[in-house]
């Protein structure tokens, strides 16, 4: 699968990743996603040897597909031995306390995000004593 080797690939082996979730009721994501949802697209049954026809855009404005590939994506990934993280609803608090964690073990972390929320909450966040945490 193309999304694990490139995880590999760039990362290394034992990457952390995390998923949104939603599924769990109201979240502060709830206007997106309805935005999202004037979008539509076919349900399809995701597969790894299955092409999808559609724009990767309409592909995941139909939470279906996108809890589907979610769930095989996270899978491939756990396989391939990196720790895998649902969120029960947004990814960002769950990202930057891992991340923290890992620097309070006196271990550099790198976190990989284009969310300008995740770089707040780092910089407000991270401590003296801590080791080096880096964004990309």
Known sequence: MCYVWY???HFGLQAMVAFDGYSSGSSVKDHEHRRQSTKCAPSVQVDETRPVCSSQQ???ANSSDKSQFIALLGRR??????TVHYAPDDADTLIVKSALEVAEQQQPVTVVAENTDILVL???HVQPGMAEVHML
């Open 122 to 124: 780092l910089v407000h």
């Open 7 to 9: 995880v590999r690939s």
């Open 77 to 82: 990934l756990s396989e391939d031995v990196h």
């Open 58 to 60: 309409l592909f995941l």
